[in-house]
């Protein structure tokens, strides 16, 4: 189970599929991943993790609590 905390970003990639999103497609500047009417943008490869507050930013944008993501 993840926890709120940094990921590397082909695990965020992988959760956001076991919570239903598809792609990731390529962007004008990001890639980014599709559920339903739900568009988030998925950052760049840069050889480090997510930090806790970008995550943060993405789950809230993609309309993912807490309990949610750590139950995965």
Known sequence: ???I???KRRDLIAYMHRLGFSGP???AKHQFMI???SR???PN???KDIGVWLLKGILEEAGIDHETWESL
């Open 45 to 47: 490869p840069h050889g």
């Open 40 to 42: 988030i943008r998925i």
């Open 5 to 7: 905390g940094p990921v």
């Open 35 to 37: 559920k339903g009417q």
């Open 25 to 27: 497609y390529a962007g």
């Open 1 to 3: 189970m993840p926890k």
